[in-house]
């Protein structure tokens, strides 16, 4: 239990359907990421949202849209996806930023796509 | 971001020591390392890092190089629960909101 809850954990939609993800943590965090792991592929960091603002938006289709509520909820709103867009997608959170002494990132179990 | 080299795969035996070998030559001298973790069907989870020195904590040890082009983390003793994909990943501080994960290391943990 990392204190980072992804639902749903498995989601089948068409090319045609509109579904969102969400994820919660309650670590008091400020900071929340998407990020998307295909087959045989490494994560890729999709978004990030500091103190519910989007700070990085990693060159992602339109068809992906994130928001940020609050510092403790994210969602991703999906439409018209593809089916190369079928993966893992893994939300996590951190303190602040990541990188040098501040803090690590708290995954949650992720969210497995399968656009048909 | 600094470019990483870790091995595809590594096997151990349970309960024997792992090194786990990460080259980063074009780290930065502000970039802290990072190392995550990936058990099967799950997320990944921070295991460790450091800048200069080497660190220990109840999960891993970790030494660093003096010139902090490489570094090695340790699994003291390992279990089947180790069994995971290990990522090195050097980041830098302040604002920096990125964590790029590359391939990582696939250690396989046997009876």
């Known amino acids: 239990e990392t204190g980072v809850t992804q639902t749903p954990r498995h989601l089948v939609m068409g090319m045609t359907n509109k579904k969102s993800l969400k994820c919660e943590q309650h670590?008091?965090?400020?900071?929340m990421y998407w990020y998307k792991q295909s087959a045989k592929k490494p994560l890729e960091l999709m978004f990030v949202?500091?103190?519910?603002?989007?700070?990085e938006n990693n060159s992602v289709p339109s068809r992906f849209s994130p928001e940020c509520p609050n510092s403790s909820h994210l969602f991703l709103h999906l439409h018209t996806l593809q089916p190369e867009d079928s993966a893992l997608y893994l939300c996590?959170?951190?303190?602040?930023?990541?990188?040098?002494?501040?803090?690590?990132?708290?995954f949650g179990e992720g969210s497995r796509l399968t656009v048909l | 971001d600094a470019k990483t080299t870790q091995p595809n795969s590594m096997e151990s035996n349970e309960e024997e020591p792992v090194h786990l070998p990460c080259n980063h030559s074009?780290?930065?001298?502000?970039?802290?390392i990072h190392w995550y973790r990936q058990l099967p069907s799950q997320g990944p989870e921070y295991v460790i890092h450091?800048?200069?020195s080497n660190v220990n904590n109840r999960m891993a040890s970790l030494a660093i190089a003096e010139d902090r082009k490489s570094s090695t983390l340790i699994l003291h003793r390992a279990t089947l629960r180790d069994a995971a994909v290990y990522y090195c990943?050097?980041?830098?501080?302040?604002?920096?909101?990125?964590?790029?994960f590359g391939k990582g290391t696939l250690l396989t943990v046997n009876p």
């Open positions: 996590a959170s951190s303190r602040y930023g990541v990188g040098g002494d501040t803090g690590e990132l708290f």
């Open positions: 670590l008091g965090h400020n900071a």
């Open positions: 949202y500091s103190l519910e603002e989007r700070v």
């Open positions: 074009t780290i930065s001298g502000t970039d802290y």
């Open positions: 450091g800048l200069t």
């Open positions: 990943i050097p980041a830098s501080g302040g604002s920096n909101y990125k964590l790029t």
